[in-house]
């Protein structure tokens, strides 16, 4: 295969969805619909398609589009559901997280570490309860056969360790450290952008800008946003995996979304940072601030958990009040408290939490969100529609599952098991092998094996190689790329979500025509 190449199938083009949109709508019957092209749709299309059906997975706007692009980028191990008995949602978590990264993705997922710094703001009882924690968090490592070599013990830091590897933590009264591990995926939407390209290669038609006007049991009344025309979608099962958005494709669904929201700081703000941080929430006995650097001269911060009312906006806006809650609970810890000036941007995520009660049971009061339940549930209409909501990005894959599970038992459609656990996604390979590609180990950890091909793009014509932006490492071949082989359509698909470049609006607005100029290139380029 030629080194400019992407994995054959997988690729995803204007002109392919072009092409597919047009089958898609011409009276055939499909297997399955698939409807959202976040983690759980795009895992459902990769399922079902794994499993030999013949599928059509369609998004109203782009791959990532919603909530899985909005994560903390953490492959959670389910350490925080112990805390609240949820044993199997804790136990599924750590299963899949060691799914992603020895066998389906590790290119994409590794261990990231973390620091418990022990200041005075945390009380001997608390530093107990938390290593008490991480212990039984290592456990869980160890019931999911997850190997220590890739998730290492945790373990006891001194003051000296911690501030190695917090530098940027207030030195007075620290006592020491708690230092654990988890799984964190390099880019959330690349993830999402794997499994399409992944289903994609076998034979699923992967169709964004497709918004779905009607859904019935037996396919869709459906509109191509790029033209205006509409259609119809015919098939035999139906999943609805819209995300906070399913309650308004199917009747009688209610979704009580929780917001997430996270700062964007520049790295050189805090220092160097070889391991993440945890900062207890004052007040909280399980619930952490995380400070999360990116490895691309950035850092986030986060995350809140605050209930949502009223409708659901294509992109959450994130209030001054969450700004205000997560730069204190930082300042809590660190030598120089971050000003409001210093939040390069910021971001939110709606968590489409099932509402099964609507109160806690006690006062009459709704219950927090931050106490919903994160198990997901598997629901489906008289009519046939498999409904999926619930969960979270770690679990996307038995997620996806269920809900294929469910769908083709509905409709009495023959299914083999799933093979998802099993199949490596686009780009995958062992560790050894990702060490050997000759290419930069930035792009081995967004392209996997392609990123041999990136690099190659980039080494035949200098242009390709030039950065979009001073101080990120984003390339125009990057750019080129998604154009010809992720699917990306305009500017937002490339800075939004390819790469994470807009998520500071003034770099955004930086590259702006950088984006253009390629996109009109690739055009240009088409036969």
């Known amino acids: 295969m030629s080194h400019t190449r992407a994995d054959a199938g997988s690729s995803l083009s204007a002109h392919r969805r072009s092409?597919?949109?047009?089958?898609?709508?011409?009276?055939?019957?499909?297997?399955?619909?698939?409807?959202?092209?976040?983690?759980?749709?795009?895992?459902?299309?990769?399922?079902?398609?794994?499993?030999?059906?013949?599928?059509?997975?369609?998004?109203?706007?782009?791959l990532a589009f919603g909530t899985s692009r909005w994560s903390s980028k953490l492959i959670h191990g389910g350490l925080r559901y112990l805390a609240s008995a949820q044993f199997d949602v804790a136990h599924e978590s750590a299963v899949e997280r060691g799914v992603l990264m020895t066998r389906t993705a590790p290119h994409l997922v590794a261990a990231q570490p973390f620091v418990l710094p022990l200041t005075p703001?945390?009380?001997?009882?608390?530093?107990?309860?938390?290593?008490?924690?991480?212990?039984?968090?290592?456990?869980?490592?160890?019931?999911?056969?997850?190997?220590?070599?890739?998730?290492?013990?945790?373990?006891?830091?001194?003051?000296?360790?911690?501030r190695h590897l917090a530098p940027s933590v207030r030195s007075a009264g620290l006592r020491g450290g708690l230092l654990s591990w988890d799984g964190k995926v390099t880019d959330d939407a690349r993830l999402v952008t794997a499994l399409a390209r992944t289903a994609a290669a076998r034979g699923a038609r992967v169709l964004t800008r497709v918004r779905v006007l009607e859904l019935t049991g037996t396919g869709a009344r459906i509109r191509d946003e790029l033209t205006g025309e509409e259609g119809e979608i015919r098939a035999r099962a139906v999943i609805n995996a819209a995300g906070?958005?399913?309650?308004?494709?199917?009747?009688?669904?209610?979704?009580?979304?929780?917001?997430g929201t996270h700062l964007v700081?520049?790295?050189?703000?805090?220092?160097?940072?070889?391991?993440?941080?945890?900062?207890?929430?004052?007040?909280?006995t399980n619930r952490f601030v995380l400070v999360l650097p990116q490895g691309d001269g950035r850092v986030y911060v986060g995350l809140t958990d605050e209930p949502v009312e009223g409708g659901i906006p294509d992109v959450p806006e994130v209030p001054e009040t969450d700004i205000g809650f997560l730069l204190d609970v930082l300042g809590s810890v660190l030598d120089t408290p971050v000003t409001r000036e210093e939040v390069v941007g910021a971001f939110a995520g709606l968590r489409p939490l099932l509402d099964t009660s609507?109160?806690?049971?006690?006062?009459?009061?709704?219950?927090?969100?931050s106490d919903i339940s994160r198990r997901h549930a598997v629901l489906t209409t008289p009519d046939g529609i498999t409904t999926i909501v619930g969960g979270k990005l770690t679990t996307y894959r038995r997620m996806a599952e269920d809900a294929v599970d469910a769908a083709t038992a509905a409709r009495g459609l023959p299914a083999t098991p799933s093979p998802t656990a099993a199949l490596p996604l686009v780009g995958a390979a062992a560790p050894g092998r990702l060490r050997t590609l000759s290419a930069p180990?930035?792009?081995?950890r967004r392209y996997g094996t392609e990123a041999q091909a990136v690099h190659a793009?980039?080494?035949e014509d200098p242009a390709l190689a030039e950065r979009v932006l001073p101080g990120h490492p984003v390339t125009r071949a990057e750019l080129l790329w998604a154009v010809r082989h992720e699917g990306a359509l305009d500017e937002?698909?490339?800075?939004?979500?390819?790469?994470?470049?807009?998520?500071?609006?003034?770099?955004?607005?930086?590259?702006?025509?950088?984006?253009?100029?390629?996109?009109?290139?690739?055009?240009?380029?088409?036969?």
């Open 19 to 62: 092409r597919e949109l047009a089958e898609a709508a011409d009276g055939r019957v499909a297997d399955v619909l698939v409807v959202g092209l976040g983690a759980t749709g795009a895992g459902a299309a990769l399922d079902a398609a794994a499993r030999g059906l013949d599928v059509i997975a369609v998004d109203a706007h782009d």
């Open 441 to 444: 180990a930035r792009l081995v």
């Open 358 to 369: 609507g109160h806690d049971g006690r006062d009459g009061a709704p219950a927090r969100t």
């Open 265 to 284: 700081l520049r790295s050189e703000r805090l220092g160097t940072l070889p391991a993440g941080l945890h900062i207890p929430i004052p007040g909280e």
């Open 492 to 527: 937002s698909d490339l800075l939004d979500r390819r790469t994470r470049i807009g998520l500071v609006p003034e770099d955004r607005a930086e590259v702006l025509s950088v984006a253009r100029e390629v996109l009109a290139e690739a055009a240009s380029a088409r036969p």
């Open 244 to 259: 906070v958005w399913a309650g308004d494709l199917v009747a009688g669904i209610r979704i009580r979304p929780s917001r």
């Open 121 to 162: 703001l945390v009380s001997r009882a608390q530093a107990s309860l938390a290593w008490a924690g991480f212990r039984a968090g290592d456990m869980l490592r160890l019931a999911a056969r997850t190997p220590r070599q890739v998730l290492p013990a945790p373990r006891r830091l001194s003051a000296t360790e911690a």
């Open 457 to 459: 793009l980039a080494a």
